[in-house]
């Protein structure tokens, strides 16, 4: 009886009779030692039922299929059942292609009892919960996907672009491919999917781009995604594409091109293409030839947000303040860095001579964004122009003076005045200064006051005081005339921006309200989310989140590894035994690294390998391997911390960087990981 490799093989060679074992092996991903071995079981199986064998010459095979095949080809189609995972992978691409899946037909569909099939709808509802919708059963309906139309829309393209190539290349190698391919063949009409193909290949001649098998295949997914959502009436007034860079997308030639195009095909296909459709269209092939065809890349563009998390973690390195949780800084970049990119691929020059000023005075954050954006110069193959390096040194510089908290001068304020008026000046020189106000008295008191206030650096005085107290004295007016003020700011005391502390904010409040600890991070959470433009943050309770990543199964501490390749293999491995990832999740993160040189390490010492968004990602997460002794890439860069990690959808993949970028930004993180010795001390201290 053969195997189900052997039954593989055998459909392969019925289908294209004329192949070599090496052709074989790289299909089936076995040595060839393997593949002759299951050729020998095959002929056997041949042999018996009165058939003639594989003939082999010199590697060569060759099988005849003019002879009567009926008998083992019905065998061959009825011998396989479908295993749980691949049943509920067909689930996810009928959800793609109908609103409503019936209980029965699904059961008769997928050969199971009603019983099994309930059983898969409820793994694939516990799978999908990560990604904002869910699985429902309605009474004469069946199950259907209950959520937002963004997340549904999202689902459907990972679930096509996972299995189209199936259906262009017409090539399947087992039951599961077939029935994959059967299911594309019904709910897409020939004419339809040849159109598709056109539209393609017509935006590849006009846009002077040939696009990879991957390429094409992203794109055919998405035109995919349009085609079922009008043909179930899923149309929307509303984009379902979430873009911060529209204005600018619908700016460019490239636009326009696909604009008119889609006119041409829209009849064709049987497709609306809207405003929002065109722009993401237009989206996708702009990431595609700017990001020289690789899709890894491509995701990045598209999901933007890692390209800028990895920014400014780059440029937080070189700065004694910490700026990596800068919102403000994070939307500029979030808005600049595509039009950037754009600009600097197609030799756009930049016009704007308030970024030119900090090339004329040699402004030091130059240097730092010029080191910064180098890892995604490499990886980008490209080269930023001073002017483009101008315009994010611009946002880094005032990210910078957002962050520099500078604490406030202590004051003692000498007045002439009643208390209210004294009061009232009080409150008039806080409000707009930057002060630290110990006390207000009367001159009499002044010299007492000062032997009992250690560190007084200014006094202000509405009187004249003749003493030297060998403290500068600025005298005032009670209602602080423009004298006054340019008086003051010879003293370099900032202006009041309205930020408050944070830290004095929560104590204000926790005097007069009883706060469990969980009402506390929960209330800080809040005010940081709403507020962050108006706070200084310096409480102690910081916005980490990582606990429900990292626990003692996917932390691993070994002595050394003998290079970079073998410990992120090992990364992997963290991954794949929490049941996170398929075994080709390693050779992605690997041929990332392959590709671009060390663009995974994001600070000194620590690097974050990972692979595509959803592909061969069973569910999202993370892990923690902890090497003693660092290995060395091969441009120098030396780890001892790698974080891989695994997600499903752009969102939790933008969800899942944030909080491991939170805890890099910790101070001496690497150093104080490599002194714990055991997985629950650093359990601990990340919890912490």
């Avoid at 990210?399 to 604490?407: A, K």
């Avoid at 007492?448 to 600025?474: D, M």
């Avoid at 990292?550 to 590894?561: M, P």
């Amino acid at each position: 009886m053969l195997n189900q490799r052997e039954m593989n093989i055998l459909k392969y060679l019925i289908k294209k009779p004329s192949s070599k074992y090496k052709e074989l092996a790289e299909i089936f991903q076995i040595s060839e030692r393997s593949i002759r071995y299951n050729i020998d079981k095959i002929n056997l199986f041949l042999q018996k039922n009165k058939l003639e064998e594989i003939q082999i010459k010199n590697g060569n095979l060759f099988f005849n299929t003019d002879q009567e095949l009926s008998g083992i080809n019905s065998s061959l189609n009825n011998s396989y059942i479908l295993n749980q995972r691949e049943r509920t992978e067909i689930l996810k691409l009928l959800f793609c292609f109908s609103r409503d899946i019936n209980l029965t037909k699904a059961a008769d569909y997928l050969k199971v009892s009603r019983t099994t099939i309930k059983s898969d709808f409820e793994i694939l509802k516990n799978e999908i919960k990560a990604v904002n919708f869910n699985i429902k059963y309605r009474q004469s309906k069946g199950f259907y996907i209950s959520g937002s139309r963004k997340h549904l829309r999202s689902f459907k393209l990972e679930t096509f672009s996972k299995f189209i190539s199936i259906y262009i290349k017409e090539l399947y190698l087992s039951n599961f491919d077939k029935i994959i391919y059967e299911l594309f063949q019904k709910n897409i009409p020939e004419k339809s999917g040849q159109q598709i193909n056109n539209f393609i290949r017509e935006l590849e001649k006009k846009l002077s781009l040939n696009f990879s098998n991957n390429s094409y295949e992203i794109l055919y997914s998405l035109i995919l995604c349009f085609f079922v959502n009008d043909k179930n009436n899923s149309i929307s007034k509303q984009s379902d594409y979430d873009s911060i860079n529209n204005f600018f997308l619908e700016s460019t030639k490239e636009y326009e091109i696909i604009k008119n195009t889609s006119k041409e095909f829209s009849g064709l296909i049987g497709i609306k293409f809207s405003k929002h459709r065109i722009t993401e269209i237009t989206d996708y092939i702009l990431g595609i030839s700017l990001c020289n065809f690789d899709i890894s890349l491509v995701n990045n563009w598209i999901n933007v947000e890692f390209l800028v998390q990895s920014l400014i973690a780059n440029f937080n390195k070189y700065l004694e303040i910490d700026i990596s949780g800068d919102k403000t800084l994070f939307n500029c970049l979030l808005y600049h860095i595509k039009p950037t990119l754009y600009r600097i691929n197609k030799k756009i020059k930049l016009e704007n001579t308030a970024f030119r000023e900090l090339i004329i005075n040699q402004d030091p954050t130059l240097e730092i964004v010029k080191s910064a954006v180098n890892d995604m110069e490499k990886a980008l193959n490209i080269e930023f122009t001073e002017e483009e390096l101008a315009l994010l040194a611009y946002h880094f510089k005032a990210s910078i003076e957002r962050n520099t908290y500078v604490y406030p001068k202590r004051v003692i304020l000498v007045c002439g005045l009643g208390y209210g008026s004294s009061r009232l000046l009080e409150q008039n020189l806080k409000e707009h200064y930057n002060l630290d106000i110990i006390d207000v008295l009367p001159y009499h008191q002044l010299e007492e006051a000062l032997k009992n206030y250690n560190n007084i650096e200014l006094i202000f005085t509405t009187i004249n005081i003749k003493n030297n107290y060998g403290i500068p004295v600025i005298k005032i007016s009670p209602l602080l005339k423009k004298e006054d003020i340019e008086e003051i700011e010879k003293y370099n005391i900032l202006k009041n921006d309205n930020k408050i502390s944070l830290a004095k904010l929560m104590n204000v409040i926790e005097k007069n309200i009883n706060l469990n600890t969980k009402d506390k991070e929960e209330l800080i959470a809040g005010i940081r989310e709403n507020f962050s433009h108006k706070i200084i943050d310096d409480s102690e309770i910081k916005p980490e989140n990582f606990n429900n990543l990292i626990n003692e199964n996917n932390i691993e501490i070994l002595d050394r590894l003998e290079n970079w390749s073998v410990a992120i293999k090992v990364s992997g491995e963290l991954l794949i035994k929490q049941n996170y990832v398929t075994k080709d999740y390693i050779q992605e993160m690997k041929e990332l690294v392959e590709k671009f040189g060390s663009y995974i390490v994001v600070a000194d010492g620590i690097a974050i390998p990972h692979g595509s968004i959803g592909k061969n990602v069973i569910k999202d997460g993370a892990a923690l391997l902890v090497l003693k002794e660092a290995v060395k890439f091969d441009d120098g860069e030396m780890v001892n911390i790698f974080i891989p990690f695994a997600t499903r959808g752009k969102k939790l993949h933008s969800k899942l960087l944030n909080e491991i970028f939170d805890i890099i930004k910790r101070k001496d993180l690497k150093d104080k990981i490599l002194s714990l010795k055991t997985k629950q001390e650093i359990i601990k201290y990340l919890n912490r």
